[in-house]
């Protein structure tokens, strides 16, 4: 009886496997069809499509909030750090390439195929989404398995069986339509890339291990320090089909899974004392730390063109939405170049950004003295950046350095200032930080809170609170789309509009 027990068992996780791989995969491709022959990224579609089946699925009694019956869906949404190690890798090389001025050659050792499979989107593409679904489950179950992670989870006993499934998988899911220079060559580039991203997923969990004693850092901050050093080390590395697959699809698929989760929740989190609050905040505040830092780009720093807007956004928030669209080519090529190196340059902030946040968990309060200090930095650095983007006259080399200190000040300003507005407001740290992280869509906030930085109650709610803001992102998606039919220039007044109300709806949120 044992025997079938556990044959059962085997075939139910395949099962399972199975149809997350059919939901997640579904939703990005039909909310690609949803843009497509647009400018509009398809993840302000994975949102609203997220949160309806989580919702759907809870409410029919399929599942129970946190989608506990659905291992993998779950399992699925937590692999963020997996999905930004591409990004941070990239960004190493750009940064780099601008230090030291190299000259790269651009020859690609791939033409994807230009033929579509689904309206919106290729061949190539589809192979990529699907190699990136592979991809992060089999890179993170091995990652399990190295490490002996055992938590009482259904899935504890098959970490060894998804990592074969997914890193066989994604060594496999070539599309046989690209024009491919080499091959074999191509095929082991790819492995390699499997190999460091799970060496150093591997690695930035013993590093947090072993100096939690000291300060309890995330993983995903060490995982971004050494992906962006190996980045430096070989900036000339032309990247395999990892690499490409991550960028173009593991952001949309970790978004689908999590707001899959974070719908699950949506009767749950009403029913927390403080939670509206928390909500009200986490959605008034992105307007203000996304409409207000357009602003300034455009009205101090004279720099209003999708190529400065897109890519600064996306770093200076670590947007999750906005660094997805920018790494899959969503808002045009010259975001894409400069995203990553805005995603990465923020991260040096990290050192002090979870720092005091680790130490604020340690004492259970902010750290006022040292928020208010960090909070000042980030204006000084917030007003030279405007002033080199101000003077930039369009010259590349310039606008990328002013991005690079917008990025990192406004940073400092969106992360410490909201923390000390919540903190001011007699919010909780637990629900500040949870509030904060989706209020500006801080994948690194969120990533933290997610491993338990904060909490268990925060971990678990943390998809729901961080999906809701998202609901704005029709607006976000809607005026960068606009800006990219107005040839690259966005339209000043719906932004300064938007701001506005956002301001006038943290006051609400902290009042009422």
């Known amino acids: ?22 939901l997640v995969i579904s939703m990005v491709l039909v909310s690609r069809t949803f843009v497509a022959g647009t400018r509009y990224s398809p993840i302000l579609i994975i949102v609203v499509f997220g949160l309806i089946m989580g919702y759907v699925m809870v409410s029919t009694g399929m599942g129970t909030p946190g989608l506990r019956e659905f291992p993998i869906i779950d399992f699925a949404s937590k692999v963020t750090i997996t999905a930004l190690s591409a990004s941070f890798f990239v960004g190493g090389q750009e940064i780099r390439k601008l230090i030291s001025n190299q000259s790269i050659d651009n020859t690609d050792i791939v033409e994807p195929s230009a033929d579509e499979m689904f309206l919106g989107t290729k061949f190539t593409q589809f192979m990529f989404l699907i190699r990136a679904f592979f991809i992060m489950i089999g890179v993170e179950s091995l990652k399990r398995t190295i490490i002996g992670y055992s938590n009482n989870e259904p899935l504890d006993n098959f970490y060894p069986l998804l990592g074969y499934i997914g890193v066989v998988g994604s060594i496999i899911l070539i599309d046989y339509r690209a024009k491919i220079t080499n091959k074999p060559v191509y095929i082991r580039k790819g492995m390699i890339e499997t190999g460091l991203i799970l060496s150093i997923l591997v690695l930035a969990y013993y590093i947090a291990t072993w100096i939690r004693p000291i300060i309890a850092l995330p993983e995903i901050f060490f995982a971004m320090i050494l992906s962006v050093t190996l980045g430096m080390l070989f900036s000339r590395w032309k990247f ?13 698929v970790v978004l689908a899974a999590n707001f899959m989760v974070g719908g699950s929740r949506i009767a749950e989190a009403f029913s927390l004392t403080g939670m509206t609050s928390v909500l009200s905040f986490g959605f008034f505040g992105q307007l203000v730390w996304m409409f207000g830092g357009l602003t300034l780009l455009i009205v101090l720093g ?14 200076s928030l670590s947007h999750s939405g906005l660094t997805g669209a920018c790494t899959a080519g969503d808002l ?22 979870f720092s005091i946040l680790a130490a604020s968990a340690t004492s259970g ?4 003295p040292y928020t208010l200090l960090i909070v000042a930095i980030g204006m000084l650095l917030t007003w030279l950046a405007l002033r080199t983007l101000k003077t930039a006259n369009s010259r590349e080399k310039q606008e990328i350095r002013g991005l690079m200190i917008f990025s990192l000040g406004w940073q400092l300003v969106a992360v410490f200032g909201g923390l000390l507005i919540l903190n001011l407001g007699g919010m909780g740290l637990n629900d500040s930080v949870m509030a904060n992280a989706s209020a500006i869509s801080h994948f690194g906030l969120f990533a933290a809170i997610q491993g338990g930085m904060f909490g268990e109650q925060a971990a678990g709610m943390i998809a729901f609170v961080f999906a809701m803001p998202f609901l704005v992102h029709p607006l976000v998606f809607g005026i960068f789309g606009k800006t990219a039919e107005n040839n690259g220039v966005m339209p000043v007044k719906i932004v300064f509009i938007l701001a506005a109300i956002g301001i006038l709806g943290v006051l609400y949120a902290l009042v009422f």
């Open 1 to 22: 009886m044992e025997y079938f027990n556990d044959q059962m068992a085997n075939a139910h996780i395949l099962n399972q496997f199975w149809l997350t791989f059919l």
């Open 332 to 353: 045009g090529y010259e975001a894409q170049l400069r995203a990553p190196i805005m995603i990465n340059i923020p991260f040096i902030g990290h050192i002090f950004v």
């Open 240 to 252: 395999g089909p990892t690499i490409r697959s991550l960028l173009f699809a593991g952001i949309p």
């Open 365 to 368: 309060k902010l750290l006022i």
């Open 302 to 315: 004279h720099a209003n063109h999708m190529r400065n807007l897109a890519p600064g956004m996306a770093g």
